[in-house]
């Protein structure tokens, strides 16, 4: 008897031991599990689990389960998550800097995107740890085209449209077309169109294809107008309380996933296209028009943001032209 309660004794310390040992984090996120980011962040927190020997164990609540999207930053901020991800272009109406990589026809190709981000890493970092949160690391979206229920010819064709919007950026292209400007997040951009709340939106090949476009529109215009990124973001003081080790593990994870990340949009950007097509929809490059019209609109939207970004904002934009 002495014995089992001595050993269950010891049991109790060993299971107490792990316990501690084991640190749990909620990790929040805006897209479907199905979606690309989301795959790859499941694949970043099994890294870690490997990595750390279970000692960091990242949950993954995705398609805005645990906060809206437009409240994952501040829940991270606040500690109520330990990391998350955000877009960094949903946040341009705390800072301009957050809507540089949605800027139309700045940085197009994932080359360019690429380089935008290396001009604009500190100054976005700088911001985000002055509000005590890191970088862990970053994943564009494929390039954003034009879904509409109606044909588009010209920009003047979007006049009175429901144009969804994920970003504030989006929404002033909307003004400046003479459309209805309607701030939807992906989670619930499939019911949105179903019921007419929106009929045209600006987004990628893949969220076409996560949201079944073709259910409800049949255009496409692959403008290539802009890459936004998704940034995984962590609370510094959850991260300062992690050992040394466990730190190293996170970073080298999250440098993996932004590799992979960055490559398999890439990869998969023509595969999306084709999922449209073979849906029925009518994927097609924009007219001459349709495209002059909004690379007019792009140069409006470029100098009002330089405007507000101020000389940060012009700093980043030319080293980005020097690279
Ligand atoms: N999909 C996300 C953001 C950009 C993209 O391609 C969305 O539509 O919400």
């Known amino acids: 008897m002495r014995t089992i309660r001595a050993l269950s004794g010891v ?12 640190t749990k984090w909620d990790m929040p996120t805006p897209y479907a599990a199905s979606n690309f980011h989301t795959e790859n962040i499941v694949q970043f927190a099994a890294d870690v689990d490997k ?5 960091l164990k990242i949950t993954v609540h ?11 930053k501040r829940a991270v901020q606040g500690g109520q998550a330990q ?10 109406n705390e800072d301009p800097i957050f809507g540089l990589d949605s800027i139309p026809f700045l940085a197009t190709s994932y080359a360019e995107s690429a380089k935008l981000w290396e001009a604009s890493k500190k100054a976005i970092e700088d911001r985000f740890a002055k509000q ?6 970053t994943v564009p979206w494929p390039p954003q085209g034009i879904y509409s229920t ?28 003479g459309a209805q400007p309607v701030t939807i997040q992906a989670a619930e951009l499939a019911q949105a169109m179903a019921t007419g709340a929106v009929n045209a939106n600006i987004t990628s090949g893949s969220t076409g294809y996560d949201t079944k476009a073709w259910e409800v529109v049949k255009n496409y215009y692959d403008t290539q107008a802009w890459l936004p990124k998704n940034i995984v973001i962590v609370n510094k003081k959850s991260f300062d309380a992690l050992d040394k080790a466990t730190q190293a593990a996170l970073l080298k994870a999250a440098a993996d996933a932004q590799a992979r990340g960055w490559k398999i949009s890439e990869e998969k950007t023509a595969w999306y296209l084709g999922e449209l097509r073979k849906n029925g929809m009518n994927v097609q490059p924009p007219s001459a028009q349709l495209k002059a019209d909004f690379q007019k609109i792009g140069k409006q939207i470029t100098e009002e943001w330089l405007k507000t ?7 980043i934009i030319d080293a980005y032209s020097k690279k």
């Open 150 to 177: 109606k044909p588009l010819n010209s920009i003047a064709d979007m006049k009175g449209l429901k144009l969804r919007a994920y970003n504030p950026m989006i929404s002033r292209i909307a003004e400046l077309a």
């Open 51 to 55: 990595a750390t020997a279970g000692k």
């Open 309 to 315: 970004a101020g000389p940060d904002g012009k700093a």
């Open 62 to 72: 995705p398609a805005a389960s645990l906060f809206k999207a437009t409240e994952i």
């Open 11 to 22: 049991l109790a310390l060993a299971l107490s031991l792990g316990a501690a040992a084991q």
């Open 83 to 92: 990391i998350g991800e955000m877009i960094i272009s949903g946040y341009s």
């Open 132 to 137: 005590g949160m890191l970088i862990l690391y």
